[in-house]
């Protein structure tokens, strides 16, 4: 298995601060971000920026990034990620994706006021999975872990799609009252 890169965040709130520490919680599980324990996190390396942000001045919040993991964690990195993330909640998202669009991709609408809609439907759907899929190493998940297969099928619908869904959006929006609604 190749050594992945991390970035680790501790953080320390007195309880008179706990409104800061809660929402320090809730920014770092919506960036993606796993829990090791009380006030320290874990992120791929990848989100090494978005994290810097978060971490800014004033000391109350320290990164670490290139983190590698090392001892029994080197060897078993998948039993950590079991640990720290809600991997059950993330299949399921990519699940959903999967069982939802899958069997449209094959057949584009013909008229692209459907395409629009569908495309419009893919993107809202998939706009949350990034957030809950923080790109985990491959080699550390399971062997049937559906992400690469709903992230090539958000490539096939945006090539599909994006193209005639935008035409269409320019089309209304040069003559709204001459184009007809989609069908449903």
């Known amino acids: 298995m190749e050594a992945s890169s991390w970035c680790l965040l501790s953080f320390s709130f007195p309880e008179r601060r706990r409104g800061e520490r809660d929402r320090l919680r809730r920014r770092l599980s919506a960036l993606g971000c796993g829990a090791v324990a009380d006030g320290l996190w874990i992120a791929p390396s990848a989100l090494e920026d978005e994290l810097a942000a978060v971490a800014g001045p004033g000391g109350a919040v ?8 090392a001892g029994d964690l080197a060897h078993d990195l998948a039993g950590g ?12 998202v990519h699940d959903a994706f999967l069982a939802r669009f899958g069997p449209v991709a094959g057949e584009p609408p013909a008229a692209d006021a459907e395409a629009f809609a569908l495309w419009m439907r893919v993107l809202d759907e998939w706009r949350v999975i990034p957030y809950r899929d923080p790109g985990l190493p491959a080699d550390a998940l399971p062997a049937d872990w559906p992400g690469a297969a709903s992230a090539a ?11 005639r869904a935008v035409a269409h959006a320019a089309a209304v929006a040069a003559a709204p009252d001459r184009v007809p609604a989609p069908a449903r």
């Not at 320290?62 to 993991?69: D, I, M, N």
């Open 81 to 92: 990620l079991a640990r720290w993330y809600d991997l059950p909640a993330i299949r399921a």
């Open 62 to 69: 320290s990164l670490f990034a290139g983190a590698t993991p």
């Open 153 to 163: 099928l958000f490539r096939r619908l945006r090539a599909a799609l994006e193209e």
